[in-house]
């Protein structure tokens, strides 16, 4: 939903970031307002994963350049875990499993801290269950994967609705998903993205990072980004990414190599 | 990024009970000699028997070598540089605790643990022993209302001549090993538990034992025998200063379980285990272990093993009972240059004994970290059964994690199972916590006592919570 008078949530501007010594980030700028839905496409390579990361805060990215502000403020001088509990998400293409910790208190703690950053108490082990019980039906969960560690043996499915559930329970102000259609079923597709889409409201926007149309195919996004060589190439609407699915990344390569070319005239 | 410089903050996490106590302490001159071994016998006015038992574990100590199979390296010990006795000077064992010299009730205040009346734990008797002497006892009347004895082994030995007579050194005997032999003949205090016939122990036992200075050695023993149907749960928790010299402690452990008694044994162990390069730190040697003689009866080891700079340490149990059931969780944490060998023996000698071992080692750092686990079957015990698991997980990339496991068996049919995993906390573990607004040092701590689970559910409930804050504390800054 596009609303030109809607607040600014996130707003990125120039950014650049390296891991080890390559540098991935070379020049985003992105502008999220309330209510909107973005998504962000690109190869594999192209340096829309790493923008999830280094928006999330993971340390072994370096950022080199350029500014984040949410809600704002300097999103990149806070630690991981404040990002997170000021309503910053990241759903994860890969969740890790962290055997021994059970997924309930996990989920538990995670959800009590973002309460704390909303200035809000502290559920008790009752009402969080009550909690949490409401929440698995967004993803049509099974309660007996609360019972069982982090990740721990879940199928990759499972895997990412545990990770919409963590949604569902932060209730975050900017969810960005990584990949979150990949390795998915046709039918768990639809339940992750009806949770996605339930989740989505005015007060929030959703920055879905994906390789493929069939994820836009459910849930509508208001901006489509294409991304090639960790720079924004195009920006446009729905349609863009219909484009994308037509014509390939093939005309991206041509873009790109023009770009490279004339780079002041362009962005 | 970010959390790397939280990383280096939480390294330097000093040891927050390094302090000494300024306190006149009487000491002997250094080394070791027969006459040495007299003179501590004198000092604490012992009968013949026991000097006669510490003059032959001596003697044979000197025919002994110290044991290197172990994977633990240090430089030579130079016995002869040893104190084998000191204690704070007072004048014989105060009747009340409003007699004891403010600064060790302070000591062991600042050490958390309490002992006046007024503020004393609820519901745990204490026994402090601060270096080579036992300073005081709470709740003493109180037990010997049950018939409990709960005393240092100096008075034992003086008031209950016969219980010691009975029981020391027939689980452990004086000349079992090296370390053993050594603390035979020199073992200086430590505690006694009688539990008659029939008697549940009303309340928790505790010794909490204190090196306080530089040059001592720590050699204290303690006996605990439950008689026939009689149960009881006991813990122990130490600490020392931070000198930068290394500090010997060998101790020897020795627990009686008559028929159907049942002891539980509980160690928090939380030594000065030398600085971040390896200086400093304690030695730990010792020998504890437990001889189930009456038929289903039931000895449990439990042990958290954070500190010492070495740790040398097999909590082992004798089953010789038939229906006996061994017990042994140990979670053993090495940090820095810490190295640790440790584990337990479990002997089955009589029919259907049962053994369970849970073994939990973290290594991180440049520590060393070992398990060496015997589990024996002899030819009575038909029948006997035997759980292993042993898990070890490495924090960092430096650590090393070893496990021994030794089965021997000479019964055909028994079961005997061992389980072994590795694990590593990964940066990618604690980015996914963090990212769900979980701070840093509380994931590595999650993680940790989701490892340790196990071990810590069998802890009195009093130090579960605070073994799983001593780990956490442990550990700060160790991964990035």
């Given amino acids: ?267 | 990024m970010a959390s790397s410089a939280t990383v280096g903050d939480l390294v330097s996490q000093p040891y927050k009970y390094g302090f000494v106590t300024d306190i006149e302490t009487e000491k002997i001159a250094k080394g070791l000699s027969e006459d040495v071994v007299r003179l501590i016998s004198a000092k604490k006015q012992e009968p013949a028997f026991l000097l006669d038992f510490r003059l032959r574990s001596y003697r044979q100590w000197l025919q002994m070598e110290e044991p290197d199979w172990a994977s633990l390296g240090h430089p030579p010990i130079d016995y002869q540089e040893i104190i084998y006795y000191a204690a704070p000077k007072q004048q014989e064992k105060k009747a009340s605790l409003d007699e004891v010299d403010p600064k060790l009730l302070e000591t062991f205040e600042k050490l958390g643990i309490p002992l006046s009346e007024q503020k004393r734990l609820s519901n745990v008797a204490v026994d402090a022993v601060f270096d080579s002497v036992s300073i005081a006892t709470t709740y003493r009347e109180k037990l010997a209302e049950h018939g409990v004895i709960f005393c240092s082994i100096s008075e034992a030995v003086k008031d209950h001549a016969d219980l010691i007579e009975k029981y020391l050194g027939t689980v452990v005997p004086g000349n079992d090993n090296y370390f053993a032999a050594l603390n035979s003949a020199v073992f200086s205090d430590g505690s006694f538990v009688f539990i008659p016939k029939g008697v549940e122990c009303p309340m928790e036992l505790s010794t909490y034992f204190r090196i306080n200075s530089g040059d001592t050695g720590q050699f204290e023993r303690t006996l605990i025998v439950a008689e026939e149907g009689a149960s009881v749960s006991y813990l122990e928790g130490c600490t020392a200063p931070m000198f930068d010299t290394n500090q010997l402690h060998a101790a020897v452990v020795e627990l009686v379980a008559l028929d159907d008694a049942s002891i539980k044994y509980s160690t928090v162990q939380n030594w000065y285990a030398g600085d971040e390069n390896g200086k400093g730190g304690i030695y730990n040697f010792v020998t504890k272990r437990g001889q189930c003689r009456g038929d289903r009866s039931h000895i449990s080891w439990t042990q958290v093993e954070t500190g010492s700079a070495i740790t040398w340490k097999y909590p082992s149990c004798v089953l010789q009972g038939a229906d006996s059931v061994g017990e042994f969780y140990s979670v053993a944490l090495t940090n820095n240059r810490q190295q640790a060998d440790t584990g337990t023996k479990m002997i089955h000698v009589g029919p259907r004994t049962r053994s369970t071992i849970v073994s939990k080692g973290i290594s991180a750092g440049h520590s060393s970290n070992s398990y060496r686990g015997l589990v024996q079957l002899g030819p009575k015990a038909v029948g006997a059964r035997n759980y292993s698991q042993c898990d070890s997980m490495l924090i960092g990339d430096q650590a090393a994690a070893n496990t021994y496991p030794y089965i021997r068996s000479q019964q055909p049919e028994a079961r005997i199972e061992h389980e072994a995993s590795t694990c590593r906390i990964s940066a990618d573990q604690l980015f996914y916590l963090q990212s769900r607004g979980i701070a840093f040092e509380e994931a590595v701590s999650m993680m940790v006592s989701g490892f340790c689970r196990d071990v810590f559910n069998q802890l009195p409930m009093e130090f579960a919570a605070e073994a799983d804050k001593l780990l956490a504390l442990k550990l700060e800054g160790s991964v990035g």
């Fill in chain 1, 1 to 267: 939903m596009i609303r030109p008078d809607a607040p600014v949530l996130l707003e990125i501007r120039d950014l650049t970031a390296r891991v080890e010594d390559q540098p991935i980030l070379k020049g985003v700028s992105l502008t999220i307002r309330a209510g909107e839905i973005h998504a962000v496409m690109g190869r594999n390579g192209s340096g829309k994963s790493t923008l999830s990361k280094v928006l999330a805060g993971h340390p072994a990215y370096t950022v080199t350049g350029g500014s984040v502000r949410y809600m704002g403020d300097d999103l990149l001088t806070l630690e991981p875990e404040l990002r997170a509990r000021a309503g910053l998400f990241l759903g994860f293409q890969y969740p890790v499993e962290i055997p021994g910790v059970s997924n309930l208190e996990f989920l538990r703690v995670a959800t009590n801290a973002r309460r704390a950053g909303k200035g809000e108490e502290e559920l008790d082990t009752f009402a969080f269950e009550d909690l949490v019980r409401e929440r698995l039906q967004v993803v049509q969960m099974d309660p007996a994967f609360l019972e069982r560690s982090v990740n721990e043996g879940f199928s990759g499915g499972e895997k990412k609705r545990n990770e919409i559930l963590q949604m569902a329970l932060l209730e975050p102000l900017v969810a960005v998903l990584d990949e979150t259609d990949s390795g998915l079923d046709i039918d768990a597709l639809r339940i992750v993205a009806g949770g996605v889409n339930h989740l989505a409201g005015p007060d929030n926007a959703t920055l879905l990072i994906t390789h493929y149309q069939r994820l836009l195919d459910v849930i509508t996004p208001d901006y489509v980004h294409v991304m090639a060589a960790g720079r924004i190439l195009r920006t446009g609407g729905k349609e863009l990414a219909l484009e994308l699915e037509e014509r390939g990344y093939d005309w991206v390569d041509a873009e790109l190599a023009a770009l490279e070319r004339t780079p002041a005239e362009v962005g």
